[in-house]
């Protein structure tokens, strides 16, 4: 019986061991899955982290692309810059206006070097037109009996030629100059006229440097003075129509006698969608600044309040500074890209002489070729346009008559008459641009210039600070400054993109260490689990083979072994005699 109680207890022990165990591994078990779960997750993590840092490194490139890019073409206008420096160095402007100059310009004086520039245009474009005239009546011959072949192949004299391509050219406007350049070409490859084409040649040249001249005076007032060159664009703005639908058909009727081909129309259209689409943010960021200074004005007495919303108020008042430069940018780089990417410079200067004494406006043209080819604008488009101050016709509006538009030219100025209201030829056309030029001149009270007296056409004068100074040197100090501004900008960019790309690069090689490590723990453990299992399952295999009672690590003995044991205990207690029993 002791002994059945003893092994009784060994088993109950043996059973409380296993079942000790038994939790054990269970915990051990839950444990390691936890932790598996955890760094299933952690790897998780980190591969949407590293995929989202792939997508970055991919967009920075492209930025980086599109920096480069925007450097080459910054590049490539300074080349552009320089070329049209150099050659304004050769020769004598027809206002030279150093930096010093150009920084003390107000709206009024921008003005006045406009008219005086346009002023010249028109002479210069009368005297194209001449030259045009006289290579389309054909050349003139040697002899008599060469000359009545050749007035007979005209069929008529040489004055009725003459007259009749005058008007021609007059009723087709300054544009046909462009025609009559070709018509020069053609007529100095005959025999014969050479004076009349080198001086024609001479002309277009001459009209072609004052356009040059007129674009890049613009362009720098554009970037050295932006406020005086809207106060110059609005002072210029009076002498438009005063509804939208006038101004559109004063462009439509000045655009009908540029003879812009079918391509050029379209450029200019598409230039005018990716400047909506350039501008567009600009002007949402600028609503949302506008609302930001309304609500941070200051309302509060108390100090704290009033310092907070005075800060904000400032930044967003700095923003908005950053904005209007912004905006500055892209207006420019759009003019610039409808008046000297597109235009050739004999239109560009019929253009100006057509709209004189108004200014081009790059967004009305583009509106009203953009009604001329039927693609009016969307409603979003023509409210953006408003706010930028263009003009903007919807689709009914498309095809409204050019009677109009005539009227607004005969009500604006005597110089934006229609050229095909004048009956003459281009000396009467001289004398039109000569009396306009005069009418301003007693309107504004301005001294006549000497520089032009030989061409007997009054034009206007300019201020005493304006007078022609040499302003070569000065020209390539300010270049020169440019160019380390240029550079020193650059570096800087290189820079930033430099460190940029170093940091990412860094954070990629700490994540995919980190995941290596992880993967590595994520192995380790699933080894572990395996081992575990491993032991689990043979540990069951054993129990259900053999049955027997031994744990390993436990310390407790085999069935056998303990039976052996009981049975030895039990003989010897068989064999000792009872307590109180008397030996025999």
Known sequence: DEADRRHAALQEKNRKAQRRFRERQKTKLMELHKQIEELAGKVSNLQTENAALHSRTSILEKVLDMRNEQIQVMQENKEVA??????????????????????????????????????????????????????????????????????????????????????????????????????????????????????????????????????????????????????????????LGNTEKEVIELWKSVMKHIELTPEQMREIVELKRMFLTKIEPIMDERKHLNISIQTNLPHDTFHTKSSISYIKAHEAVSKLRD?????????????????????????????????????????????????????????????????????????????????????????????????????????????????????????????????????????????????????????????QQQQLQYQQQHAVQQMLQ???????????????LQLQQQQQQQQQLQQQMQQQQQHQSFFTTLMATSGSLDMPGLGLLPAQEMRARSGSVSGSSAATPALGSVPQ
């Not at 050739?344 to 583009?366: F, T």
């Open 82 to 239: 320089e070329a049209e420096l150099a050659s304004l160095g050769t020769g004598q402007a027809l206002v030279p206006l150093t930096p010093e100059a150009i920084k003390e310009l107000t709206s009024e004086d921008i003005y006045r070097v406009y008219q005086t520039y346009v002023k010249e245009l028109s002479v210069r474009l009368v005297e194209t037109t001449r030259g045009s005239v006289r290579a389309a009546a054909g050349p003139p011959a040697a002899s008599g009996g060469d000359r009545g072949e050749g007035t007979a192949d005209a069929g008529g004299d040489g004055d009725a030629a003459a007259t009749d391509g005058v008007k021609g050219e007059v009723k087709d406007g300054a544009s046909a100059s462009g025609s009559g350049a070709a018509a020069a070409e053609a007529a100095a490859g005959s025999a014969g006229g050479g004076g009349g084409d080198g001086s024609n040649a001479a002309a277009h040249a001459e009209l072609e440097r004052l356009v040059r001249e007129l674009s890049v005076m613009l362009m720098r007032l554009g970037v050295a003075r932006p406020l005086e060159a809207r106060k110059f664009i609005v002072f210029s703005r009076q002498y």
């Open 323 to 479: 904005n209007l430069r912004s905006e500055q940018h892209v207006v420019l780089e759009f003019a610039i890209a409808v008046f000297r990417g597109v235009f050739r410079p004999a239109q560009m200067a019929a253009l100006l002489v057509r709209c004189y004494p108004a200014v081009p406006d790059a967004l009305g043209i583009a509106s009203a070729l953009a009604t001329e080819l039927g693609e009016p604008d969307s409603p979003a488009t023509q409210q953006l346009t408003i706010q930028l101050g263009g003009y903007a016709v919807p689709s009914s509006g498309a095809s409204g008559a050019g009677g109009s538009g005539n009227a607004g030219l005969l009500a604006i100025h005597p110089s934006l008459m229609p050229i095909d209201a004048n009956v003459g030829v281009g000396q009467q056309l001289l004398q039109q641009q000569q009396a306009a030029a005069q009418q301003l001149l007693e309107q504004q009270h301005l001294p006549q210039p000497t520089s032009l007296a030989a061409s007997g056409g009054p034009l206007l004068g300019l201020p005493q600070p304006l007078q022609p100074q040499p302003q070569q040197a000065a020209l390539q100090q300010q270049l």
């Open 498 to 512: 430099l460190q940029q790309q170093l940091q990412l690069q860094q954070q990629q090689q700490q994540q995919q």
